[in-house]
């Protein structure tokens, strides 16, 4: 039996060092998993975890990898940290993506100065709206946020998936389901610095997915926006005691989170794609949740958190080509990381024992 | 000076490895799959052409692949590193990887890309294709001499040219030796979804369908149909395995004529794809006539029905155009008098509709 | 033909009766248990996988479950053992599930079984109509509709369904009173693994014979869904599959019979039926908190 007796101060060397021993303990489960399965363990997580990385132009694909993750999960803290539970960003990174796409599809002609900042906004606003689905639903009907915002991640699915077939397919695609291109004004081009060219694929997305979360961190950490959100979180009914509007945290938040998914989705269209597709997530809205608990809710430490997470997904790549894995063993890292991670709040918040189980039913006394 | 020495030394031994490889190392190939080969469809069809190139070519080549590669940014940098880790040739195996595969060959102007089922081509990214809607001209047949409810169930993937092409094929043929047969398609939105294969066609079968076709990859169709007791047709690969009393025929996709051809123009120094903007030579849709896809033996059917089969399939294999008029729509306009016919590009362009027989309307 | 359409809705119930039903016991005793789908699928890649190599039908059944409730018990070591946070716990597990169903299932794709045998009853299967849609169904199809009536009696006319509710709607009283708070929900956590196990399994065993990654597309959300449609009361589940069941089929149907509306749409539907019936739930208080057991998602902290 696990026992648990709250701690009453948390020491900072803890704090710091879950996260790693969570890491590690993932990558020694991991290994006990691969040699279980009949592959070689040491190979296998070099594969996943330094292959990805070792030449100096693949760093720039980390960072590329890595920037939706980082705007999206800047953008879960503030749900996650008000205890709203938003799973539906890869939902409302779709309509981002779609109303960014709008913007770049019906306006061709636009010029750089106004392009740009007009899909910035429209994808935030897509993003948003999608959002305010669940928002809404739970302020006035307290329906459960988790399953309305999930149900409608399908539904966007669906309707990304019907909108490229159909009214906004391209003309001169032969019937395949692709937007037009977008406009040299509607890409997100790469980094250029005089004197070091191009980084690699790296594009000014990833700077500001970095800008972001410095932002995000700011907001959260020294406004009283955050410190309304954070107060709604750990201590909901002295946050009412002290005038703050449950319903609408729960709005701003949802919102917040759900235009920063947006925008992720217009930027990842605009910077890798160049056109709309049925599909442009792959699961990011989702892996963007575990990158938001591995930063436990720190908007700085996401952008470590989404490098790492990012580091596992190219690796699920090296892995295959190098060893035959299949891809879905990402998944299972991640599962498992998560679980540590958890488990590393208990361990930071309260004394874990293990005791020999005490009943509860006091035995009656022979006197 | 350490460096400079590295340097060196790396650079000697790459010009003794380049004159090593013009002499006898073996010229790396990377194969980019959508699925994995288990999937005993389309990937398991390409995945039969990769191990026969290894077969032909034997020490020349070394071959690798890679599964399960989403298609968007993700397959991007899948081709990337291949030709990064030296595969001087590299086959992209599905429709959506026609951009990434065009971004990367700007980038590794010395590889050679092939790409199938799409139609960009470039300098050195060349476009192949199978004439997939031939082997369904012949299916439409064989389905309109069997079925006796005169109802046939299609399971369709995506509404893409390709699969419009096959079902307007399979009208064609079914509609030119029962005219009263229709068809009727259910849109699984997937190429792969043993579970939803499964239950659009019990749906066909509730429906009233006795014969089925499908243009998605898992043998599900057919395992429903021999349960029900109703026959079908395989898609890219041999399924009588897992139906032998429901498959009539299958048409599996052969891709290693296609696959040996292009490494051997490689080979010998003759790989092009023409002058741009087009590169049309660089482009190759056969079918029947060039074993491209092979009909499986047909059973399950009388006599009389086999032999129309073949008699289309020859019909097919000896140039005879399945998409020469008189035909219509199934809301009634002409598409094609007697005498006028498509070609290639109409194919691509011109379709979206249905032709007689077919009921509804393309989604989207 | 309708007798076949219905036959199909029924089959495409039955994972989502065992997965919600087991979930409704799980959130009566106080544990939202997100991770459905991760252990349906766990569930149906090792029945699968034990059909397969082994030939035995029915031992790949009780494999299946258990698989299931094993990978409940890796979110009870973690929700109830280290007191995490749930919601987030059962989302690492729902990732881990599919991941891993993935990985060990890898070399089983494409690779087929023999489907479960169809029950016979004498006289009764022969009635017209009637006969081949409710007497001539699988084993699993009976055992679940059988394990539903047996929960919904458990929960309401014994003492352990009793404590079990206790549990779920006042975790420190029921302490208190000397129940082990976290020995029950531990047990319904595994019995809602095991029930996600079969509902999971039911998929390559019956639906299809084959084993795909991440096969059970979604179905244990709508699980989810479907217990707070059924307002936490078993007998409501039964009659909210059959209704999810029937959308999923319907859209089918309606494409085979060239209804324009397109697939895309037709395909939304079970989701947004699943959204409209969470708000009317939802909206009508008295109606939803009847049966809501009030420490659900709540950690249980003893000696507090």
Redesign the interface.
Known sequence: MITLSPRKTIPLQLTLLTPVVAIALTLVIGAIIFATLGYHPGEALYQFFVAPISRPDQVADLFVKACPLIIIASGLVFAYRANVWNIGAEGQMILGAMFGGWVALTFPDLSGWVMMPAMIAMGMLGGFLWAMIPAILKTRFNTNEILVSLMLTYVAALLIDWTVRGPWRDPMSFGFPLSPMYADAALITRVYLPGFGHLGGLHWGVIGALVIAVAAWFVLARTLTGFQVKVMGDAPRAGRFAGFNPSLVTIMVLGISGAAAGLAGMVEVSANMGQLQPEISFGYGFTAIIVAFLARLNPLAVIGAGLIVALAELGGDSAQIALGMPKVVTGVFKGILLFMLLAGETFNRFHVRLKMPVTAVREVSDA | MKHLLKAAAAGLVGVVAMAGAAIADPVKIGFVYLTNPGDHGWTYAHEVGRLDVEKHFGSKVETTYVENVPEGPDSTRVIRELARQGNKMIFTTSFGYMDPTLKVAKEFPDVKFVHLTGYKRSGNMSTGNIRFYEGRYVQGVVAGMMTKSNKVGYLASFPIPEVIQGINAFALGMRSVNPDATVSVIWVNSWYDPVKESDAAKVHIAEGADILAQHTDSPAMLQTAEKAGVYGFGQSSDMKAFAPKAQLFSSVNNWSPYYIAQIEAMLDGSWTTGEGPDHWPGNTWLGLSDDYLVLTPFENMPANVAAAAKAAADKVSGGYNIFSGPFKDNAGNVILSDGESYHDGNLWNDMNYYVEGVIGKIPG | ??E??L??VLM?SVPLIFAATGELVAERSGVLN?GVE?MMLMGAVAAFATAFGTGNLWLAIIVGGLAGALTGG?FAL?AL?????Q???G??????????S???G???????ID?LPQITIPVLSNLPFVGALLFSLDPMAYLAVALLAGVAWFLKRTRGGLVLRAVGDNHDSA?AL???V?RVRLLAVLFGGMMAGLGGAY?PLM????W??G?T??RG?IA??LV?FASWLPWRVLVGALIFGGI??MQ??G??????V????L??LP??A??AV??VI??N?EFSLANFPSCLGRVF???K
């Open positions: 033909m309708l076949q359409l036959l199909t495409t997100l991760g890796v973690f053992g280290f007191a995490t946070n919601v987030a716990t989302l690492a597990l729902t990732i881990f599930g599919t991941g891993l993935g990985l060990v890898a070399p089983l794709v494409g690779h087929a489907g302490h000397g129940y082990s976290l998929l639906l299809t014979p084959h795909a990654e096969m597309a979604g959300w989810l869904a707070v999923t089929i089918l149907a494409q085979a019979r060239g209804w324009t397109p697939s895309q749409f395909s939304m989701y947004l699943t959204i969470l708000v939802s909206r208080r902290h003893a000696g």
